[in-house]
Nanobody, 123 residues
Framework: QVQLVESGGGLVQAGDSLRLSCAASGRTFSGYAMGWFRQAPGKEREFVAGINWSGSTYSADSVLGRFTISRDNAKSTVYLEMNNLKPEDTAVYYC?????????????????WGQGTQVTVSS
């Protein structure tokens, strides 16, 4: 059974930083893409950042230059380093496992999801 557990969320002020972690278990993940999505109240779940099996990354324009995704295959863990946080970054953040080695901006490219971790940024 594939399981993803996110951690690292919290309440911070604008301009602060947070590092989210997502620990995966249940199978080998090194050959699969991983991604981070977020969902704010009343809004659709949106793509934040993704990392392919090779380590190549891609991010949403809204977080480019502020958020960095990385992975540690030995620990089956994916990270999201978030800097210069803004109130509009407030959301529940979810990690996901891709259906294959390459992910995309679409939710349809991912088939396993964590329960999410809350990030709240005050102004």
């Amino acid at each position: 059974q594939v399981q993803l557990v996110e951690s690292g969320g919290g309440l911070v002020q604008a301009g602060d930083s947070l590092r989210l972690s997502c620990a995966a278990s249940g199978r080998t993940f090194s050959g699969y893409a991983m991604g981070w999505f977020r969902q704010a109240p009343g809004k659709e779940r949106e793509f934040v950042a993704g990392i392919n099996w090779s380590g190549s990354t891609y991010s949403a324009d809204s977080v480019l230059g502020r958020f960095t995704i990385s992975r540690d295959n030995a620990k089956s863990t994916v990270y999201l380093e978030m800097n210069n946080l803004k109130p509009e970054d407030t959301a529940v953040y979810y990690c996901a496992v891709g259906k294959g080695p390459y992910g995309s901006y679409s939710r349809n490219s991912y088939n396993y999801w964590g329960q999410g971790t809350q990030v709240t940024v005050s102004s």
